[in-house]
């Protein structure tokens, strides 16, 4: 029996120790059996076969946990380009990378690497949110040159999804303030069709980073970014409850532009429309210009301020600045009306005040030296001045007497009474011929007859000259160098008895040229008005918190 059973037992450990050997040699030449299952899990085959198993009964209507707990979708942004904003839309733009991350147990799987990076290929096979941009008017996804989106799937099913998009929303703006003001643009996104208790939106970093906005990426020609803030609503509808995400970016408007374009051209105007006080009140085509052109200016300035903001039914904070300066401008023109009203008021004052003192001016001698005129221009008046120069001519021996007779007809009357009779007696015997004596007591009756002329009238002189240089030759023979004398001293005579008895006129009336009193307020009100008004204007806008506050927007 012992024989027999130890043979066996050689034949069982020489059959072991081969086996031994069989499997050592398989291990040498396959190596380990960790890293030949990991180099054929690396194939892209394998690759197929695992998306395949997660699409392998995968319904992308339902939502991850449909009839379960609600789905959370946690989201940032990334703002890769913030601006323009318009004023006039009320709207602004900006180009985003939007990102938003969810849970899809579904997707799970079993591989040797942690994140599976996908194309855009795989997001029309699975489930994504319906978010959309509640105040967007216009948002537009890239696709140059390939749609831009990137779609994630992680080993325990978390699933990133990133697009990028061009979003222009709405941007309520209160532009009372305006240009000095201030805006909170907010951005508002929630789900479409899933209510809150389906779906809630959370940020990824927390409030204070989930949204990224870099400095570089402002491109705001009018605005300063000022920073942002994020918050959360619920908004009722009559299909649920949504949660709605906001984020609201703060800016401030910079007003280089605006006092560039209308505040210091406007000044300017007002200012110039004021150079008109220092013109003379006479000068009417330049005043009139001056008030004219700055009043067109101040209009066309407020046509070309309103092109650049909505027609808005309130008034802004330019709007009253453009008024008060056109009612500066307004006024210096109304000014210069009132001052040339009143000036021509008083010239007509004036001219009444000299024609009325004018009237009250005596005209008694102006009258009797008239009729004395006449009187000795008359036919009568002539025939006697020739008799007596007829008389005058014929006693030419009595060169005493002839003179006495020369000046007895300009002499005043009492002289000429008290020489009458002493000339006519001269005359008389004188005379040898006596019808030469007749005729000189003739002259001398018509002489007293005559009234005498007063001491300022020039008639006779006038007619003496005349006559004797105008007259028949036989008189200017017959005088001879008497006629010099008589021309020489009866003007002298005249001229001595015209002094006493001059009137002084009335003065012309008073120049009214020179600087109206209404000029001369004007020139101190209009200025320190204006200035009083631009300190209280600046000083309260520049002072004043014209931000708007994000709670008055939600």
């Keep these: 029996m012992v024989s027999a059973k130890e043979p066996a037992i050689a034949m ?20 380990p059996p960790g890293q030949s299952k990991k180099e054929e899990k ?4 394998n690759f197929t076969s695992i998306l395949n198993s997660l699409l392998d009964g995968y319904d992308n209507r339902l939502r991850p946990g449909f009839g379960g707990p609600v789905t959370e979708v946690k989201t940032d942004i990334y703002v890769t380009s913030f601006g323009p904003v318009s004023d006039v839309e009320m709207e602004y733009t900006m180009d985003v990378f939007f990102r938003q991350t969810w ?5 799970k799987y079993d591989g040797p690497i942690e994140i599976l990076r996908l194309n855009n290929l795989m997001v029309s096979k699975v489930w994504t949110p319906d978010t959309f941009f509640r105040n967007g008017k216009k948002s537009v996804a890239h696709n140059m040159t390939a749609p831009n989106k990137l779609f994630r799937i992680m080993r325990n099913g978390t699933i990133l999804y990133t697009m990028r998009l061009t979003i222009s929303a709405e941007c309520p703006m209160r532009l009372v303030d305006f240009p000095m003001d201030g805006h909170a643009c907010p951005l508002k996104f929630g789900s479409y069709a899933y209510p809150k208790s389906e779906m809630i939106y959370t940020w990824t970093k927390g409030p204070e980073k989930s949204v990224e906005v ?6 705001l020609v009018q605005y300063d970014l000022l920073g942002h803030t ?12 949504y949660i709605v995400m906001t984020v609201y970016f703060h800016l401030r408007r910079k007003m280089g532009y605006f006092m ?5 051209p406007c000044i300017m105007t007002v200012i110039l429309s004021q150079v008109s006080f220092w013109i003379n009140k006479e000068s009417v085509p330049a005043r009139t210009v001056f008030g004219i052109t700055t009043v067109l200016t101040m209009t066309t300035l407020s046509i070309s301020a309103r092109h650049s903001l909505p027609k808005v039914s309130y008034a802004t904070a330019m709007d009253w600045f453009i008024a008060v300066c056109f009612a500066f401008v307004f006024s210096a023109l109304i000014e210069f009306a009132a001052v040339n009203y009143f000036t021509n008021i008083q010239m007509e004052r004036a001219k009444r005040k000299t024609v009325k003192s004018l009237l009250e001016f005596p005209v008694a001698p102006v009258q009797r030296e008239r009729s004395t005129e006449e009187t000795l221009m008359s036919t009568d008046a002539n025939s006697n001045v020739r008799k007596r120069m007829n008389a005058t001519v014929q006693s030419e021996a009595d060169g005493g007497s002839r003179i006495d007779t020369r000046h007895s007809s300009i002499q005043p ?14 005359l008389s015997a004188s005379s040898p011929n006596p019808f030469t004596r007749i005729n000189a007591s003739e002259t001398l009756s018509s002489a007293r007859a005559t009234p005498p002329a007063p001491p300022s009238t020039p008639i006779l002189t006038g007619f003496v000259s005349q006559h004797a240089t105008a007259g028949s030759p036989s008189i200017q023979h017959l005088l001879g160098s008497r006629l010099e004398q008589i021309q020489t001293t009866t003007p002298n005579l005249l001229g001595a008895s015209a002094k006493p008895s001059a009137v002084t006129p009335p003065a012309p009336p008073a120049s009214h040229s020179g600087t109206s009193k209404i000029d001369k307020y004007a020139r101190i009100l209009f200025p320190v008005t204006f200035g009083a008004f631009n300190m209280v204007y600046w000083v309260v806008y520049l002072s004043k918190d014209t931000m708007e506050k994000s709670e008055s927007l939600m």
């Design 103 to 107: 849970v899809d147990k579904r997707l």
């Design 260 to 264: 560039i374009q209308t505040y210091i």
């Design 214 to 219: 870099p400095e570089e990426s402002s491109s």
């Design 413 to 426: 009357p009492s002289v000429a009474q008290g020489s009458s009779d002493i000339t006519s007696h001269s």
């Design 42 to 45: 690396l194939w892209p085959e």
């Design 12 to 31: 069982s450990s020489g059959l072991s120790i081969a086996l031994l050997h069989c499997l050592c040699l398989a291990t040498c030449l396959t190596g």
């Design 230 to 241: 994020v918050s959360s609503e619920t908004i009722k509808s009559i299909t649920g409850e």
